[in-house]
């Protein structure tokens, strides 16, 4: 089975490399994620300029002090891990919407699914070269907050929690876009699905004020959002890596039954 | 090495269209079988139930014993298939298409290289092993199908319209390699021309509607006269597409 996979896993790699689209998504990542960062950094920096410069002692201000909230950690960090999660959203589904859809538009799934390998090892390669991808991402924009680290001293664990953090909510947004692309053999169809439903899950607090307060604490959990912005504190907590490992799951078993019940039809 | 195989009463239903109606047939070990018949009688419909592709609505096909409802991994691990208009990964070239399908068949190493050698030398594939399978002509992407399917010896071959769009030489080629597997392997062949069942095949079914229309020798085809007129005897000339 591991050697299969394995074969499986080049295979997909040289797929994905194979096309533009892997290389631009790189790209256009890296270089929205630094801008928006540097924007966060420059905004701090003229806050501590403004804070500091004698023109607010008259309103208030000590001269020289800066409120405690007014951090590295609050003023940058949470904001661009915001920032990043919103760019991971926009960007994912473009590489996830030709994954299994294109496979089943050439027929090549018929290749694959008469060759012996069983439907969750077929899904197990296709998800796990689209997280290793999701990780790529990460790893080149995880420049940005490191320097932060480095130069504001804020803590190693701060950089580790943003990047496991932002990896969890890429893969469960691939993971959703992977099993959309399991169900249509049209990359178009699986795009729109894989930016509807991520962005449907996204936040539910617009609903908070119309429904018990029951439902709004369900819907609460529920939300991809709600467990995200923890990462960016440098707190890692249990239940948000179960979420974001339940959201994985669900996709990976939706692309395997989509597999079985395409050989039922 | 090569496999027996029997179809009882299988059918398929998409809806309201039944594809396969109750079909059963035995093809013998070792035989060269040939399934004809017009569009939409349920030639690929039912290869694809047997290979695994897809699940009949009912009965079951038994390769060697082994049914393919309840184990299609074990019956997928003795057959090898060439898919109607060969899909393959035109962005491989061919050396790394055969490695993956090797691979994916559990081959490795030596193995791995020597299986490769013999399909490519049985295939004649090695003036272009080193292409890439999107600029190939239609005759060596089929070669390069067949040359996948045949990679792990299967007992079994399943060829689904191996000549479609070829050149005459190109099908004469074609026709040869596949006769040369009488005797190795099990052959299945599904093809719309007549022609080529007849000098290829021991036995022809003929499949109109989804049913079994005639099953022939190449004996009794030729004492016939012609598989043509067999065909135009039990199907006449609609297309088929009404059904």
New interface residues.
């Given amino acids: 089975m591991i ?2 996979l ?3 896993s ?2 997909e790699l ?2 994905l490399f ?1 096309s533009p689209i892997a290389y631009v998504v790189l790209t256009v990542y890296v270089a929205l994620t630094g801008i928006y960062f540097f924007q966060h950094l420059v905004s701090y920096n003229q806050l501590l300029f403004v804070y500091q410069s004698e023109g607010m002692t008259g309103g208030g201000f000590d001269q020289g002090t800066v409120p405690s909230r007014i951090n590295v950690l609050n003023e940058v960090f949470v904001p661009s891990a915001e920032d990043f999660g919103l760019f991971l959203l926009v960007v994912l589904p473009l590489v996830t919407m030709r994954v299994f859809a294109e496979e089943r538009a ?3 799934d ?9 439907p969750y090892e077929v899904a197990l390669a296709k998800h796990g070269v689209t997280y290793a991808f999701v990780l790529l991402l990460l790893l080149g924009s995880a420049i940005y907050p490191a320097v932060v680290v480095l130069r504001a001293g804020l803590g190693m664990e701060h950089l580790v929690a943003l990047v496991i953090g932002q990896l969890f909510y890429g893969c469960a947004i691939a993971s959703l876009g992977l099993a959309c692309s399991a169900f249509t053999s049209s990359q178009i169809v699986a795009a729109v699905l894989g930016y509807a439903i991520p962005f449907v899950l996204l936040d539910f607090a617009w609903l908070s004020n119309t429904v018990s307060e029951g439902v709004a604490a369900v819907l609460r959990e529920v939300a991809l959002l709600s467990h995200y912005g923890s990462f960016a504190r440098g707190v890692i907590e249990l239940r948000n890596v179960v979420y974001f490992a339940g959201v994985v799951a669900l996709g990976w078993l939706a692309s395997v039954a989509s597999l079985e019940l395409n ?3 | 090495m090569s496999a027996k195989i029997e179809a009882q009463r299988v059918s398929k239903r ?1 809806g309201s269209i039944v594809a396969l109606d109750a079909l059963s047939l035995e093809v013998a070990a070792g035989e060269v079988f040939g399934i004809i018949g017009p569009n939409g009688a349920g030639k690929t419909t039912f290869l ?1 139930i047997l ?5 009949a609505s009912d009965g079951d096909v038994r390769v060697d014993g082994l049914s393919v409802t309840h184990q299609r ?1 074990a019956v ?2 003795r ?1 090898g ?1 060439a ?1 109607e ?1 060969p ?3 035109s ?2 070239r061919v050396d ?1 298409f055969l ?3 090797g ?4 081959l ?1 190493g030596a193995r791995l290289r020597g299986a490769i050698e013999v399909a490519v030398d049985r295939m004649g594939l090695e003036p272009v092993m080193r292409r890439r399978i999107g600029v190939l002509s239609k005759g060596f992407r089929q070669r390069v199908a067949l040359a ?1 399917a045949i990679l792990h010896e299967p007992p079994l071959l399943v060829v689904d319209e191996p000549t479609v769009g070829l050149d005459p030489a190109q099908q004469i080629e074609l026709r040869r390699i596949i006769a040369g597997f009488r005797g190795q392997h099990t052959v299945i062949l599904c093809t719309h021309q007549l022609h080529e069942a007849e000098v290829v095949c021991d036995r022809v079914a003929l499949l109109d509607r989804g049913q079994l229309a005639a099953l022939a020798t190449a004996d009794e085809i030729r004492a016939g006269g012609s598989l043509e007129a067999l065909f135009l005897a039990k199907v006449g000339t609609h297309s088929g597409l009404a059904s």
């Avoid at chain 1, 018929?110 to 069983?118: D, N």
């Avoid at chain 2, 290979?51 to 699940?55: A, K, P």
């Fill in positions: 050697r299969r394995a074969a499986l080049r295979k040289r797929q194979a050439n027929g090549t018929e290749l694959l699914l008469t060759s012996g390998l069983r050989r039922a039809r | 998409f694809r290979t695994g592709y897809w699940l991994f997928q691990a057959l298939y898919c208009q899909k393959l990964y962005d491989h790394a490695r993956l399908m691979a994916l068949r559990g490795s996948q």
